[in-house]
């Protein structure tokens, strides 16, 4: 069957963004299940995890000087993900994060930021939104 112009229209894009979203958000649970902590700004954005489904360790990063934090999460965990806001403050936070857990000799993870970013950034900014949003997107387009 060759695909027309009719069967594409068929499905919207939004189910397309809806699909690489659930890969994704799935792809941070199974590395939480695995051990590894994932930080964010505040305790919104850990309950937003939670009601996704994210089972292991989040370290939230305000009221903490990004040194201190970056060299406990050092210590305690040796994979990291970092999950900051998709704003100025979240991108400069992202950074400096990193360049103290760097010095400290992990390799954090932040490209599971940047592709949620970039299927979010029209819609949402922060990570506290996240299971909000994932909801309407499951309910509009249920797969």
Request: aromatic share 4%.
């Amino acid at each position: 069957m060759a695909w027309g112009r009719d069967t594409l229209e068929a499905r919207p894009k939004r189910t397309y963004d809806l699909e690489a979203l659930e890969k994704l958000i799935a792809s941070l649970i199974d590395a939480s299940c695995q051990g590894a902590a994932v930080i964010v700004e505040g305790r919104r954005d850990l309950l937003s995890l939670r009601a996704l489904g994210l089972p292991g360790p989040v370290i939230m990063a305000s009221r903490r000087q990004a040194l201190q934090l970056a060299e406990d999460a050092a210590r305690s965990y040796s994979q990291i993900i970092l999950l900051t806001d998709w704003d100025e403050k979240g991108d400069e936070m992202c950074r400096t994060i990193e360049l103290h857990l760097r010095s400290a000799g992990l390799r954090p993870d932040s490209e599971i930021r940047c592709r949620l970013g970039k299927l979010v950034r029209k819609e949402i900014k922060d990570v506290e939104s996240l299971s909000g949003y994932t909801e309407r997107m499951r309910e509009l387009y249920g797969i």
